[in-house]
């Protein structure tokens, strides 16, 4: 039977030796901190399996339309606490866990974080589905379950960026339910016959077993568990015994070998997508499997379904152009496998899907040639062709001039777009911020705008407020319960509104500051354990943490480094005028990402340089964190006093790092970009360190013909920085180390670093003096953590609901 929550500590640690005898075979005696850390896994996900089959149950038998996250990327972070958070029983873990002689850190370290996402649209992923089932609505998380997770970074001597495959299923992983009595079957290559009736038949070449594992995502305080369903590949035969007979092991797995490769491993590039067959597979591969899963599921045991019906039992989000394939997709189920006419199929699937684009660089946007689709997908390839053939009668008709027609092609013959495949293919379009989804309208999908404007929306990015608050940072938790009077906010972030009155009382500010300064002290011990670092929590921590890439300018935050290391040496600025500060970067580059890989390469060697200076002792220093991921990111936004986040104005969709630092009362330096704009809005233009130019300047720059070097020839200190980085200073006197890097910023700068570095170098002088008055910083500190509550993932999951998917929670 299964136990009924809540539980005492006692009963807890009781049903944590029944499952380290009857599931692991071991005593408590003979038991490790992971095996503990199953068995306690193994424990709260039965108190969580009664709500999730009524779920489930409910979900089918309901009204309420699902919502199908389809998603290549999920990036969840740990689970046990999170589970242990939603199922009422962290306290009772916490006793129970010291009262089998275990140290609570010890079992929470043994867990693996799951790191299938490369940052910000992974992330996203796994706070929505925390928010869907929070508010109570049905929903389906489908994606991959990659093998292997985002690498694992470390660096080597010369401080480059050595990546290590990040096997995370090594040890028991207690949390995926592998349900190989759901798997489905998904197709590949052949050619297309027609039938004796004129219907086409797909004759396939190979298959492969899609298995899914199934996690749980318990809703906080909802009574709701959803399904978060990551296909695995599986090969269906294990291998040619003919061939194994003749002694041929490698060619006799050969098959196997194939198919389970679609699983393998998470790409780690995150912008510049490449036209990679293997990258198609694992699109279509979860994509076919969930829609076919999804019909299974809401029309059981049933051989004809009333697919016509379909897009009331669910609605399926394409997060980013990476399922788009699924547009094609439903259209060939639909004629090919239950027989329907184009014309209900198209209206069926136009019905059911939805994108949301997250970037605005053109290179990201997935562009995949014809032959590679054609050859992996020849059905599907025919299919977009008639899309295109119907789209473009569709805007004749609607008068679209001839130019604009082929400007917006699908299918251009060589190409297909997904981008504009999933704009025409389903109901509505969506950016991730206001200034995102106004640029999408405006350049990047104009035509498409102009002639569909009815279709584009905006839903401003959020983040869970359970992950990145409650269980990141439990003292700021229990002071902001103590403030309000309640804990109510943890469902209702709009709640914090309710501290701002309290940033006028002296006390309420001592406390916030107090917090802070202990999640400070926190995270230098926790560096201490992790990385050996000597963080001194009686200095700023400023902190700059995500992907490594041009646009985002990690550049332009060590060139002033080195800027004010420089004033400091050369006696320009004296010691004892610096605030002592410690900037902390965290940041991967994708492996093929040069600039990126030797921007890693300098910071860490600036850190070293400066870090060993004894000049600048204890006013300045830097510290780079390898491996930056959830676990790094919950430690560390807490104890931030100063977030960067200084793209380049119309570079960043929107982000989400910058959410959970102003909800966590640190300050910002930003642009105007994605959500730093509504952040500014919310939070007061006084609370929030704005900088640089805007979408206009830099379009005007561009226009005029930008010129770097006339920026490095007119700021002295801008000259001083560069010049040291090519002088060998931080190369151990090579000067060749950094030239390529220093040649991109003089001559390209593609993201004018150099033009906004003036304005944001002179920043960091108000940021400074501000800093020194600390009852004024902690002030507009808890005015963000205030005034950030639009923030919450669960705002977002409400605009999508009202917005584009019309549906609402079971409840
Ligand atoms: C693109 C590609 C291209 C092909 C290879 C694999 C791959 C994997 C991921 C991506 C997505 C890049 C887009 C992305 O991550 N966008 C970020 O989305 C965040 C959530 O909306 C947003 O906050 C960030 O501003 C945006 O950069």
Redesign the pocket.
Known sequence: TAPKSPVTAAQFADEIREQLTYHQGVTVAQATPADVYVAASLAVRRHLMDAWMTTQAEMVNGHTKAVGYLS??FLMGKQLRNALLNAGLTEQFDEAVKELGFDYQDVIDAEHEPGL????????AACFIDSLASIGVPAFGYGIQYQYGIFEQEFDEQGRQIERPDYWLTNDEPWGHVDYNRSQKVSFGGTVVENADGTKAWKPAWSVRAVPVDYMVPGYKSGRVNTLRLWRAKSYDEFDLLTFNKSEYLDAVKPQVKAENISKIL????????GKAL?LEQQYFFVSASIHDAIRVFYPGQDKPDLTTFPDKITFQLN???PVIGIPELMRVMIDEYGYDWDTAWSVTTKTFNY?C????PE?L?VWPASLIGELLPRHLEIIERIERQFEAELVAKGVDAAQIERMKIYTGDAVRMAYLATYGGSHVNG??EL?SELLKDVTLKDFSDTYPDKFANVT?GVTPRRFVKLANPRLSDLITEGLGTDKWLTDLEMLKGLAPLANDDEFVKKFAAVKQANKVDFANYAKREYGFDLDPNTMFNTMVK?LHEYKRQSLKILALIARYADIKSGKVSADDVMPRTVIFGAKAAPGYYLAKMTIQLINNVARVVNNDPDVKGKLNVYFPWNYNVRLAQHLIPATDLDEQI?QAGK??????NMKFALNGALTVGTLD??NVEIRERVGAENFFLFGMTVDEVEAQYANGYNPARYYESDPRLKAAIDMVSDGTFSDGDRNTYAPLVADWLTKDWFMTLADFTAYAAIQGEIEALYAQPLEWHRKAILNVANSGYFSSDRSIEDYLERIWHTGSMA
């Open positions: 290549a990327e996402g490369n940052g910000g649209l992974g992330r996203l790409y780690p590039e995150d912008s510049t997508p490449e990258r980013d152009t990476h949301t997250h970037t605005l660089l990201a997935e991730v911020a995102h990015n992907r793209s960043e969709a929107s982000g989400t790092g994605g959500a």
